[in-house]
Every structure is written in structure tokens, then in C-alpha cells.
């Protein structure tokens, strides 16, 4: 019911309101750290990092009026072509755990400047920065009903995915589950953005900076306890970097439990990792 409105916005309006939320999250910046620390098990520096990276995303999609001119091309006497950018309706995101506040920012913000009205399934770990982001939105003056968060599992997820009345949805999560996804939601006729896990393998040469290179190499891996796409799982050595091994070491006996690596997020994920 709020979309007809919402889509007739002119987007330089549309844009106050995401101003609007970039200035609340600037001002609750650390309440929403503290909850992504506290839900996720991050340290509280890495919550920090989560809600800036947020922010960020909220300032690009802040601009998009700005490149939203289509152009246009005379082609012909009397004949011209032009772009014109129209919402889709209503979409919706399914997201997991690692990143409850910039994850959902990715598109959220981007969804919303389009003119379209968004639903937000968060992982089911993780619920409350979700929730304070509809609480900033609804503050910000966003209309009632243009951003809806549900809560829920994979049942939840399905439904999203075959609701007539949305028309796109995107995934972040495992690559099993965006296969599956994709070709559920695809099949309908729906646009489709679907991110399946990234771990990424660092290769390490001879001449590489010892301590850039280390240091790097080691927050990679142990940052967000391993949570997250860019956690090299495993590094290359190619040729004699036995050095630079040695220094990693040294960073990785430096580091504090608590202070430096955050909670693997549940139970259950302690025993899948631990059975790798």
C-alpha cells in the first residue's frame, strides 16, 4: 500500500531520507556496534567496522540521483531513444550471520533510492541489527511498510522466494543454498542476485613485503573468527617464504582471545568447523 507513493517520490526526495539515516547511524553508531558484537560473538572493533562499512553504503546509494540520468539519443528525424529507470515493486533479501548491519546495506539502501518497497529476512542468529535498521529507517521518515523485516528460517526464506508479488531477490550465504535459490526464484521469473560463499586462497611469492605480507595473511584468516568471505582459509607458499611463515607466527602468538578474535557465532558451527 505504501509503494504507489513512495514510487512517485521524485528521487532527490527519496534522498533525504537516507541522508537522514546516514546522520542516525552516525549518532547510534555505537549502539549498533555493540549489538553486532554482542549478537554475533565480533570484537567490538569489528562491530564498528561492520556499521562504517554500512554507512558507506548508505552515502553511495544517497547519490544515485545524481547518475540516474538514462541520456538520449536521436537516432532519426522525429525519432529519439532514451533510458528511463522505473522501480520493480516490491523486493526483498535474505542475509546471514557474519555482517548484520552492512550486508543488508549492501541493497537495502540502493532498493529503496529506486523507489521500491523492500523486505528484509535477516539470519535468524543474528535479528537485532535488523531490527535497529528499521527503527533508524522509520525515524529517518521513511513511510510505514516500505521496509518490513521478517523473521525466521529456511521456511521463511522459500517463501520469500515464491511470493508472486515480489519481483527480485538477493542472497548472501553458502553457494549450496544459492544454487538452490537461484534456479527456485529464477524459474518464476524473477531477478536474481545470488552470492554464494567466497574463500579465497592467498598466494604468497619470495619477494613479497615480510611484514605487510604476514600481517595481512593474518588478519585475513582471523578476522571475524574466520567469519567472513575474505578469511583465507588456505595460503600458497610458492618457493622459499619460510620467513614470512615465521613472522605470521609471531603475529598469531600476539593475539588475544576477546581483544583481537571474536565467538565462533553458534555451537553448532564450532563443530562443523572443528570437523573440517
Known amino acids: 500500500k505504501a509503494l504507489p507513493a513512495w514510487k512517485n517520490t521524485p528521487m532527490r526526495e527519496r534522498a533525504q531520507v537516507l541522508y537522514k539515516l546516514k546522520q542516525l547511524m552516525e549518532r547510534d553508531n555505537d549502539e549498533l556496534s555493540w549489538l553486532v558484537s ?7 572493533a569489528e562491530g564498528k567496522g561492520d556499521v562504517d562499512k554500512g554507512i558507506e553504503c548508505v552515502e553511495y546509494a544517497a547519490s544515485l540521483h545524481m547518475m540516474a540520468d538514462g541520456g538520449q539519443l536521436d537516432v532519426s528525424r522525429g525519432v529519439n531513444c532514451r533510458v528511463v529507470y522505473e522501480p520493480l515493486g516490491i523486493v526483498a533479501v535474505i542475509v546471514p550471520c557474519n555482517f548484520p548491519v552492512m550486508v543488508p546495506l549492501w541493497m537495502a539502501p540502493n532498493a529503496l533510492m529506486a523507489g521500491n518497497a523492500f523486505i528484509l529476512k535477516p539470519s535468524e542468529v543474528v535479528p537485532y541489527g535488523a531490527m535497529k535498521l528499521a527503527e533508524l529507517l522509520k525515524e529517518a521518515g ?3 511498510g516500505l521496509f518490513q523485516v521478517v523473521n525466521g528460517q529456511r521456511e521463511v526464506g522459500e517463501a520469500i522466494v515464491d511470493h508472486p508479488d515480489i519481483q527480485a531477490v538477493g542472497f548472501v550465504g553458502s553457494t549450496k543454498v544459492a544454487k538452490i535459490l537461484y534456479g527456485r ?13 567466497a574463500k579465497n586462497h592467498v598466494i604468497v611469492v619470495p619477494d613479497a613485503d615480510v611484514e605487510l605480507t604476514s600481517s ?3 588478519a585475513s584468516s582471523y578476522g571475524c573468527a574466520g567469519q567472513r568471505c575474505m578469511a583465507s582459509s588456505l595460503m600458497v607458499a610458492v618457493g622459499d617464504v619460510q620467513n614470512i611463515i615465521d613472522a605470521m ?3 598469531v602468538k600476539k593475539m588475544e582471545l576477546g581483544k583481537d578474535m571474536g565467538a565462533v557465532i553458534t555451537g553448532p558451527a564450532v563443530e562443523r568447523i572443528t570437523n573440517y
Open 185 to 197: 526464484g529464477a524459474a518464476t521469473g524473477k531477478r536474481m542476485l545470488c552470492l554464494g560463499s
Open 249 to 251: 607466527v609471531v603475529h
Open 216 to 218: 595481512n595473511v593474518v
Open 142 to 144: 521513511l513511510a510505514d
Open 38 to 44: 554482542h549478537e554475533n560473538g565480533k570484537t567490538f
